[in-house]
């Protein structure tokens, strides 16, 4: 379980790289997509508990410390997000593909609301007001990058799990002559 692990942490990062800064540059009203979110939540739906726990914690307190408000405050919603979906996803009779993008969007708006209570008890003068339209945006923003990064990241992981159970044949040596 290692490689994947290291894989999906090295690719966490480089959405973070990328979500800190070339999407920075898009237009305010296009809004911005949460990509490590989406990692998040397939993280939950593919991982164990302790690695899981792991490479989400690690990644969204890199967040925090790069442009967060109040540290921990982002990995304490992520981690609350990937326990949730974790649970539900756990022992669920629904086929997979059935309910994990619409329950990626769930948890990340019932997370946006989580981070502005907090927000709102932590910072009760300078909070901007609550925008419906605007989270409602950001959460389908959300739901319509999990589907191909969701199909991306299945893919990555799939060959990684057959490239590990594949491995090498064992070596024999050649029989000692008498």
């Known amino acids: 379980m290692a490689i994947p692990v290291i894989v999906f942490w090295a690719i966490g990062v480089a959405l973070i790289v990328v979500q800190t800064t070339l999407l920075e540059h898009l237009p305010v009203w296009l809004a911005r997509p949460d990509l490590l979110f989406v990692l998040v939540a397939f993280l939950s739906y ?19 410390v790069v442009a967060g408000i109040y540290m921990g405050l982002y990995p304490l919603a992520s981690l609350l ?6 649970t539900m996803s756990n022992k669920s009779l629904l086929k997979e593909s059935t309910y994990q993008i619409p329950l990626v969007g769930l948890s990340f708006f ?69």
Do not use: H
Not at 81 to 86: D, V
Not at 132 to 150: D, E, K, N
């Open 46 to 64: 593919r991982f164990a508990w302790i690695p899981g726990i792991a490479v989400v914690f690690s990644l969204t307190w890199m967040v925090d």
């Open 81 to 86: 997000a990937f326990t949730a979906l974790k």
């Open 110 to 178: 019932l997370t946006q609301i989580f981070l502005y209570f907090v927000s709102s008890l932590l910072l009760p003068d300078i909070l901007p007001e609550w925008s419906w339209p605007g989270s409602m945006q950001r959460t389908i923003l959300v739901v319509l990058s999990a589907i191909p990064l969701f199909v991306l990241f299945n893919r990555l992981n799939e060959y990684l799990l057959k490239r590990r159970l594949r491995g090498k044949a064992p070596r024999r040596r050649p029989p000692r002559p008498l």
